[in-house]
């Protein structure tokens, strides 16, 4: 295992303001001691693998297109070259430590990944989620003065790898010895079905007749298991897969409109702002000026 890090400090309180910072962006911006009170939108490191740590507040996650509850003593683990960013719109006092780590090699996994594909990305860290945030808090204090510094803060995030590469090895130990119920295995088999088509025009009773699960079943357990309606969690995915869109192409948003199912641009339009803070077209020029 081997590592060159850095470290961040960002909060979100208020509705989002109308601009999108990079993860570098962040890091200058609060080690000037500015505390601005903003969200970031959505942004993808290449070479940089993150962990985010909740110490106050609630809210919700999205990771590779796919939404997480949070809340405080979570842990969120963001592999290199994924797509993520907070739900400004769930948030409630969210308040978090981020720390970026490059040149990450672990065995049996790909460079700069800590988590596995398919692992759900957020950790609860249970009794020592105290102690663990004192860590973050620490790095974060420290690394204000990196010239000096910057070993011990590599160091301190080196053991903050270990000590959640463990967490991740127990729950993988624990949830393999734990029998799948069978409601969980149709929530299982509902989502698969939801990643496949979120691009096509669904409603949930052609869902419930394509898999054969009663509609009020099928929204119930679904909810039950990850936390949101099913069709809410076709428009999150359909949500984050615009935002991907708009970072990564030159694809007129009107099309973009058409390939992920939504019945109009203004459709589009209503459900982007209220998920992402901003409409598709400020927030893919707010990415283009972030560059220039």
Same mark, same amino acid.
């Given at each position: ?35 601005? !009170? ?21 809210? !919700? ?26 739900? /400004? ?12 780590? /490059? ?5 049996? @996994?790909?460079?700069? /990944?800590? /988590? ?6 957020? #950790?609860? $860290? ?13 790095? *974060? ?13 590599? $160091? %301190? ?5 270990? @000590? ?48 054969? #699960?009663? =509609? *009020? ?7 039950? =298991? ?20 708009? %970072? ?45």
């Amino acid at each position: 295992m081997s590592g060159r890090f850095y470290a961040s400090v960002k909060f979100s309180e208020k509705p989002p303001a109308r601009r999108v910072y990079s993860p570098m962006h962040q890091q200058s911006l609060y080690q000037r001691g500015t505390q601005q !009170q903003t969200c970031v939108f959505a942004s993808r490191a290449q070479e940089l693998s993150r962990i985010v740590f909740v110490y106050q507040g609630e809210g !919700q996650y999205m990771v590779d297109g796919q939404y997480y509850n949070i809340r405080k003593g979570d842990i969120v683990i963001i592999n290199a070259g994924l797509l993520h960013s907070k739900s /400004c719109a769930f948030a409630k006092n969210l308040r978090s430590y981020s720390v970026g780590i /490059c040149d990450l090699a672990l065995s049996g @996994l790909p460079d700069n /990944c800590l /988590c596995a594909k398919g692992e759900p990305p957020v #950790v609860s $860290c249970g009794l020592i989620s105290d102690q663990i945030g004192e860590m973050f808090r620490l790095i *974060y204090l420290l690394h204000s003065d990196k010239k000096h510094l910057s070993d011990i803060c590599d $160091c %301190m995030a080196l053991s903050l790898i270990l @000590l959640i590469y463990e967490m991740l090895n127990s729950r993988s130990q624990n949830e393999s010895k734990k029998p799948r119920s069978s409601a969980s295995a149709t929530a299982d088999r509902i989502r698969n079905y939801l990643d496949e088509h979120y691009r096509e025009s669904l409603t949930l009773s052609a869902i419930a007749r394509e898999l054969n #699960v009663n =509609e *009020y079943y099928l929204s119930h357990i679904f909810k039950d =298991e990850f936390g949101i309606p099913p069709m809410q969690y076709v428009m999150r995915r359909r949500i984050g897969e615009a935002q991907s869109l708009l %970072m990564d192409t030159s694809i007129p948003i009107g099309d973009i409109a058409d390939m992920l199912g939504f019945s109009s641009i203004s459709h589009l339009n209503t459900m982007f702002s209220k998920y992402v803070g901003l409409p598709p077209g400020k927030y893919r020029q707010s990415l283009r000026n972030m560059e220039e």
